[in-house]
């Protein structure tokens, strides 16, 4: 039997309307996109919380209110970012975290670490200059160590994202140690939009990272793309058995007329089902994934 196909929708990041006016950002407005990319065959949905006029919110009562609301609403899983650069103490990255895992409706299925660190400036070949110069994503060991632990005893899964080939590596570490347990969800982050600090969003720039994947660990592996059209890579990860991570937070894709999230997902499943990769129920997920039943 071919492998049911893991679509998670990463429905807003802290992308504006400027282009694609569907992006979500009050609690509402995220958990009505949750239930639509649910029915339109996405089993995951990651989200950042975002203040009504779209602005970065980093208030843990307001992570907590979305992944209520979506709750009521779906049983589409849930994955929480820990707010990127925005936020810039460990403890403080935690802090909505523990808050969610307090309460089981509050509580998110998942949480991002992202497995190394990388300079995220964005190059313009245009200008012959970087847009800004000092842009780092920190992540050290120490951190994403502390991050797994607090998560883990939040009742929360870390999905380990991996930006380079290090980070791969790093993953296999983890592993290894045990900091997170197996079967591990990992998520290929590649990047357009003149983000050199991570792989390209081709065949080849995909490859680097699953043909270094530790083939004696279990890991379930998807894939996105910052700033750039995911269809580039759609079929080599069908036909490499990994997963898919498309959304409108990473890139507004005028070129399909700037569709909303579920009708983004509603592609990438007929992509899936063309090729005999139906879309995974809530339920398979789970399974794949090793997440205990909601309650
Ligand atoms: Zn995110």
Not at 44 to 56: E, N
Not at 188 to 197: D, K, P, T, Y
Not at 214 to 230: F, S, Y
Request: hydrophobic content about 40%; glycine content about 8%; overall charge negative.
């Amino acid at each position: 039997m071919t492998k049911k196909l893991i679509i998670t929708v990463r429905v807003n990041e802290y992308m504006s309307r400027d282009i694609n006016k569907n992006v979500p950002f009050t609690p509402e407005e995220i958990a009505e996109t949750a239930a639509e990319c649910r029915a339109a065959g996405a089993s995951i949905i990651h989200f950042h919380a975002r203040t009504p006029d779209g602005g970065k919110c980093h208030e843990p009562e307001v992570y907590a209110e979305i992944v209520a609301k979506i709750r009521e609403k779906t049983d589409i899983l849930i994955d929480s970012t820990l707010g990127q650069i925005t936020v810039n103490e460990d403890e403080n990255r935690l802090a909505h975290i523990r808050l969610m895992g307090q309460k089981s409706n509050t509580r998110p299925d998942f949480a991002a670490v992202d497995t190394g660190s990388s300079n995220i400036d964005a190059y313009d070949p245009v200008q012959k200059k970087f847009l800004t110069t000092n842009k780092i994503y920190k992540n050290s060991t120490e951190t994403c160590l502390f991050l797994a632990k607090g998560m883990t005893d939040a009742g929360v899964k870390p999905h380990l994202s991996v930006w380079a080939v290090p980070f791969v590596r790093m993953v296999d570490a983890f592993l290894d140690m045990g900091a997170v347990k197996e079967p591990a969800y990992v998520q290929c982050v590649l990047a357009e939009g003149g983000i050199v600090g991570a792989h390209p969003c081709t065949t080849r720039g995909l490859e680097a990272l699953i043909d270094f994947m530790p083939p004696q660990r279990r890991i379930e592996w998807t894939v996105a793309c910052k700033e750039g059209n995911l269809f580039n890579v759609a079929a080599t990860a069908l036909e490499r058995m990994g997963h898919l991570a498309p959304g409108i937070g990473d890139y507004p894709y005028p070129e399909i007329g700037c569709p909303t999230n579920a009708e983004l997902v509603r592609r990438f499943a007929e992509l899936g089902r063309a090729v005999g990769r139906e879309p995974a129920t809530t339920d398979e997920a789970r399974t794949m994934l090793g997440i205990p039943a909601y309650g």
